[in-house]
């Protein structure tokens, strides 16, 4: 199998360096492309007004890889449409913080998967919490063989896959939850008028742990199919109905 490893955190990052021997262990040929610097919070973003950057850099042995001076979704363009390859399964990862509930939607590293998707590849988005990552580098076989023995990619192209730091329980199919940061402006620089976003893990905790949010805090693995689809399918027959 080839496999193309990615992330948003960047090419230094070591849990980029801990899943992609993994993958080379596990699979065989792996490639990575991640970006030069931190690229967190770019979604599907590309850049189509600059030239960018690509450098090849040492890596772990055995392993071909390349610093993008971009974002997650065009170091999976380089890695398929510049390099004129194709691929197994792409794999995001492992991000330094969760990726759920709303805050799905400004992930690099479930953009990285969206744009593999495009590309005609297979995928999954790994994260975990900012504190730790070595539970989710051990648990990655578990995850791994789950997709596998159930066959998940036959009936999905994407997963969204969230690790917590302590786990409690299995392994649970989810879906998207609802906000699980606080969000907050902070004045850092009164003179120059400059301001940080920053926010703190608050999920809504329930019961119900369909809900990738929840299942993460009551210390389950959450694994969530994911869609590149905008469009609001029931209202969309809905009205067509109507006509």
């Known amino acids: ?22 993958a080379k262990n596990r699979f065989g040929e792996v490639v990575v492309c991640a970006p030069k610097v931190e690229q967190s919070g770019k979604s599907q973003a590309i850049d189509i007004i600059n030239a960018v950057e690509v450098v090849r850099v040492d890596f772990e042995e055995g392993i071909e890889a390349y610093a993008v001076d971009s974002t997650p979704a065009d170091c999976v363009r380089f890695g398929t449409v510049g390099l004129h390859r194709e691929y197994d399964l ?3 990862g492992i991000n330094r913080g ?6 799905i939607i400004y992930s690099g590293t479930v953009g990285a998967i969206f744009e593999a998707y495009g590309q005609g590849c297979k995928a999954m988005a790994i994260s975990t919490d900012y504190t730790s990552f070595d539970t989710a580098v051990a648990n990655l076989d578990l995850v791994y063989n789950y997709i596998m023995d159930n066959k998940l990619f036959d009936i999905c192209d994407l997963y969204n896959v969230n690790i917590p730091t302590e786990v409690k329980g299995s392994i649970l199919i ?40 929840n299942a993460i805090a009551a210390g389950y693995i959450s694994i969530t ?9 029931e209202v969309f027959k809905k009205l067509n109905e109507v006509k």
């Open 225 to 233: 199919p994911m869609t590149t689809e905008r469009c609001d399918v």
């Open 1 to 22: 199998m080839r496999i193309l490893v990615t992330n948003d955190d960047g090419i230094n990052s070591p849990s980029l360096h801990k899943l992609a021997v993994w």
């Open 98 to 103: 969760y990726n759920m509930g709303k805050d």
């Open 174 to 213: 989810t879906r998207q939850g609802k906000a699980c940061y606080s969000d907050e402006f902070v004045l850092v620089d009164a003179d120059k008028c400059l301001y940080k976003q920053q926010g703190e893990f608050v999920p809504e905790c329930c019961d119900d742990l369909c809900f990738d949010t």
């Open 90 to 92: 792409v794999i995001s």
